[in-house]
């Protein structure tokens, strides 16, 4: 059994009313695009929570924490929007980033290798980081997006961030939302994470 399948069944025993937020599987030709936008073969554990499903349905609750589980066309849209930024040039945004994990993230505000796997709706993922800074790990997940200036390494690999997901699940800091979803002790999990992360 897959990491991504013990954390799903997990959250839909957990919390019933997100039983049916889950789309069916992906195919092989949206894996096969997002790998070339990366430009980097993708993490077997990413390829197999595809496999289970191509993410959520846009408009229900978050799946993870709050955060959606981005289905690959909405990873493709994403990947597309940044690259158009980037292209745009990034003059003056890259001064306001860092890297709350010293020197494992590179200062910059957007990149192309980084891949969004969670998202909150309003411009900020968290993801798989296939280009890191100097004492970075290829394939870490880290936060990034329109707010996160403040980037950080959360885990790894992603085997190991599912991992801390369903460690989290037993945490008495989990709190059910009005929506039928929860969070970590009503926080934005992404600052949730950042906290832990730090301690």
Same mark, same amino acid.
Request: proline share 4%; with cysteine.
């Given at each position: 059994?897959?990491?991504?399948?013990?954390?799903?069944?997990?959250?839909?025993?957990?919390?019933?009313?997100?039983?049916?937020?889950?789309?069916?599987?992906?195919?092989?030709?949206?894996?096969?695009?997002?790998?070339?936008?990366?430009?980097?073969?993708?993490?077997?554990?990413?390829?197999?929570?595809?496999?289970?499903?191509?993410?959520?349905?846009?408009?229900?609750?978050?799946?993870?924490?709050?955060?959606?589980?981005?289905?690959?066309?909405?990873?493709?849209?994403? !990947?597309?929007?940044?690259?158009?930024?980037?292209?745009?040039?990034?003059?003056?945004?890259?001064?306001?980033?860092?890297?709350?994990?010293?020197?494992?993230?590179?200062?910059?505000?957007?990149?192309?290798?980084?891949?969004? !796997?969670? &998202?909150?709706?309003?411009?900020?993922?968290?993801?798989?980081?296939?280009?890191?800074?100097?004492? &970075?790990? *290829?394939?870490?997940?880290?936060?990034?997006?329109?707010?996160?200036?403040?980037?950080?390494?959360?885990?790894?690999?992603?085997?190991?961030?599912?991992? !801390?997901?369903?460690? !989290?699940?037993?945490?008495?800091?989990?709190?059910?939302?009005?929506?039928?979803?929860?969070?970590?002790?009503?926080?934005?999990?992404?600052?949730?994470? *950042?906290?832990?992360?730090?301690?």
């Amino acid at each position: 059994m897959t990491e991504w399948i013990v954390l799903r069944e997990k959250i839909e025993s957990k919390f019933p009313a997100l039983t049916d937020v889950i789309n069916n599987e992906s195919d092989v030709e949206s894996l096969n695009k997002i790998a070339d936008l990366v430009g980097n073969t993708l993490p077997q554990s990413f390829v197999s929570i595809y496999a289970n499903c191509d993410g959520q349905f846009r408009t229900k609750a978050g799946f993870v924490f709050g955060l959606s589980l981005l289905s690959t066309e909405k990873i493709i849209h994403e !990947l597309n929007v940044w690259r158009e930024i980037i292209d745009q040039g990034l003059e003056g945004l890259n001064e306001s980033c860092s890297s709350l994990t010293p020197s494992a993230i590179k200062i910059e505000y957007a990149n192309t290798k980084w891949l969004p !796997l969670l &998202g909150d709706g309003g411009g900020n993922f968290i993801g798989v980081d296939f280009d890191p800074g100097p004492t &970075g790990t *290829k394939g870490q997940i880290i936060n990034f997006g329109r707010d996160e200036d403040d980037k950080c390494v959360f885990a790894k690999s992603l085997d190991d961030f599912l991992v !801390l997901l369903t460690e !989290l699940l037993n945490s008495p800091s989990l709190v059910e939302e009005e929506d039928g979803s929860y969070s970590y002790n009503h926080t934005h999990f992404i600052d949730a994470l *950042k906290e832990l992360s730090q301690k």
